[in-house]
């Protein structure tokens, strides 16, 4: 019964001793352990028990998986996918605001197109109807008399030659204006252009950038202008001017004021010395857009108090179709052509707008 218990006993000695080999248990530190093998070998039963007892004493129990009781284990925490999210975009940039002069006239960088291209410089239009209250008969003699309603077409353009004069605020331009006046439906005197004004001019175009009550002043046009009908003896009309232009600006609106003074002419070469009571010392034009439309308005005037002549001169221009659009005129006062300066009308005439020229 002994030698049982002393075999089970050895048994569960070996066993405990294979655990000890598998989970390397133990420290250096630990006191020496008998040896498996050694405890045979003890001759006396009492010693070699004892030798097997130690071994067995000195075998830590293998301790159980240690668990949490249920209240102190952690919640498992399953995350929730991040739905994608466009990436954030930047609130688009504002478009800057469109400057009608330098348009014009290029005054900003951003506007600048370089030498010898044409653009738009006045008005450019054809007016199939334009009727007048009072059509100028007397220069003619009797040898022409004119249709209250006739046609009026006028072509302008201009080009920039030298660009970025001092410092780069200066430009050389040159321009052209064509104006006619032809009695189209006058079919009893053959349908003549009884008038045709040219005038050729050189402008020196000076960017500027200042504030006055509440435009800002965006160039000043200094410039050269020449105008005749290019006829002789008693048809024949011309003066030379020298005039500075103020060009201002606000948003859509655009304001140009230009004084002039004429150059004088010799009393046998003048054939018409007055013009200047007549069509007056300088003009101011205003000009406002709206959604493609194009509202414009020309005053002239001698600036004399007494005998006080000028103009005025207002049209508007619509969209019709793609890049052509309307155009109405209507005129009231002296020069509506050369031929008519020293004599007063009102007309009204109704056409097409060829070119955006603001």
Known sequence: MALRTRQRRLAALVVKSSLLGILQVGSAQAAPVPNLGTCPAIKSDTERLACFDKLAGAIPPVPALASKPKSAQQPVVVAEPVPETAPAQSAPAALPEVSLLSRQWELDDADKHGTFQFRPHRATYLLPVKYSDSPNNAPFQGNLRLDS?????????????????????????????????WQAYNHGASAPFR??????????????????????????????????NGRSVALSRSWNRVYAQFGFERGDFALMIRPWYRIPESASQDNNPDIEDYLGRGDLEATYNNNGHTYSLLLRNNLKSSHNRGAVEVSWSFPLQGRLKGYVQYFNGYGESLIDYNHSQQSLGIGFSLADWM
């Open 195 to 228: 008038e045709t004004d040219y005038s050729p001019e050189a402008m020196l175009v000076v960017r500027t950038n200042y504030d006055i009550a509440g435009l800002t002043g965006r160039f000043i046009n200094l410039g050269l202008a020449h105008e005749s």
């Open 149 to 181: 309603v006739e046609a009026k077409i006028q072509f302008s353009t201009k080009t920039k030659v030298v660009e970025g004069l001092l410092n780069k605020n200066v430009d050389l331009w040159l321009a052209y204006t064509v104006t006619s006046f």
